[in-house]
């Protein structure tokens, strides 16, 4: 069993749909990360979060630490937030991170 | 505007072929990261850098080598005892690296490696 799963592999949506990513973990963590990965394969991160809810304009994260379980929402979603999405988990020491194997999210017109 | 270079974007290797990643990062970052990624896998940690002249092994370092010389520059090498070298590699660093608390990533736009 993955250390990180995510929830759905595949996700397609239409636009202005609100969007749910899921991420559950088995190991004790000090933070865990949200990133999102374009076609090209660049990735970015979009949260970084140990307790609580981030927001950031239409994204928001969600962590709860009791349950090992963090969700990614998108709020009236567009094709442009098309991409992989993928919850990586920091734990032990510094910035080791474990990776989930990410949620392809494709939003049609 | 500060960020990370990786070169190529497309590198090709032939058989018992060293090839060298390159990358290079604006960010004045003391640590540095390299990343392996297979389709339907999640990344894996190759080697890791916290500070110039010093590097770790990570997840999966049979086969590749790097170097810090420089604080800018942890250029990756596979090398012809890497078998399945194949993959999509991609480069990150940290300000600090190393100790908690955990710290945002930066991540380049990665090299495609294939084999001739």
């Known amino acids: 069993k993955n250390e990180v799963e995510q929830s759905p592999q595949n996700l397609t949506a239409q636009e202005g749909e609100f969007i749910t990513i899921n991420c559950s973990y088995s190991v004790g963590i000090s933070a865990l990360h949200w990133l999102q990965q374009h076609p090209g394969g660049g990735i970015v991160s979009l949260f970084m979060?140990?307790?609580g809810k981030k927001k950031h304009g239409r994204l928001i994260a969600t962590i709860n630490i009791q349950e090992k379980h963090s969700s990614l929402h998108i709020t009236a979603s567009h094709p442009r937030d098309s991409a992989v999405y993928i919850c990586a988990v920091s734990s032990g020491g510094g910035n080791k991170l474990t990776f989930g194997t990410g949620t392809q999210l494709k939003v049609e017109l | 505007d500060g960020g990370i270079t990786q070169s190529p974007k497309y590198l090709f290797r032939k058989e018992g072929q060293n090839v060298t990643l390159s990358c290079e990062q604006n960010l004045n970052h003391d640590a540095m990261y390299w990343y392996r990624q297979d389709p339907g896998q999640g990344l894996r940690l190759i080697y890791y850098s916290q500070i110039v002249n010093d590097f770790q092994k990570g997840d999966i370092a049979e086969g590749y080598s790097v170097s810090r010389e420089k604080k800018e520059s942890f250029p990756l090498t596979v090398t012809s005892a890497q078998k399945n070298p194949t993959a999509f590699y991609l480069c990150a660093s940290s300000q600090r690296g190393g100790k908690p608390p955990a710290e945002k990533l930066f991540f380049g736009s990665g090299t495609q490696l294939s084999v001739l």
């Open positions: 979060l140990s307790s």
